[in-house]
């Protein structure tokens, strides 16, 4: 029952992110502002996802960083693919 309540809340928790997003395109805000609250709640939610959905949160310590350092590693190579197009 208590998981029953904990994916229910992150759920919840999910929603709102999601539709503070899109209140945030919506709104008069300059592009940087926006794309910056944007990124931080985008990151807040993959790393709700992948730790309770994806069940990372009680998985060993070493599963969770290999997963981080891949995740780093993908980052990287997008940064890298953004500024090397001309």
């Given at each position: ?26 709104a ?7 794309l ?39 980052l ?11």
């Amino acid at each position: 029952m208590t998981r029953l309540k904990l994916y229910t809340a992150i759920y919840v928790v999910l929603f709102v992110s999601a539709t503070v997003q899109v209140l945030v395109e919506g709104a008069d805000l300059s592009y940087g502002r926006a794309l910056g609250i944007i990124m931080v709640l985008s990151f807040v939610k993959a790393v709700i996802v992948a730790g309770y959905y994806q069940h990372l949160r009680w998985e060993p310590r070493s599963l969770t960083y290999l997963v981080g350092m891949g995740l780093l590693a993908a980052l990287a190579l997008t940064v890298a693919a953004t500024y090397s197009v001309t």
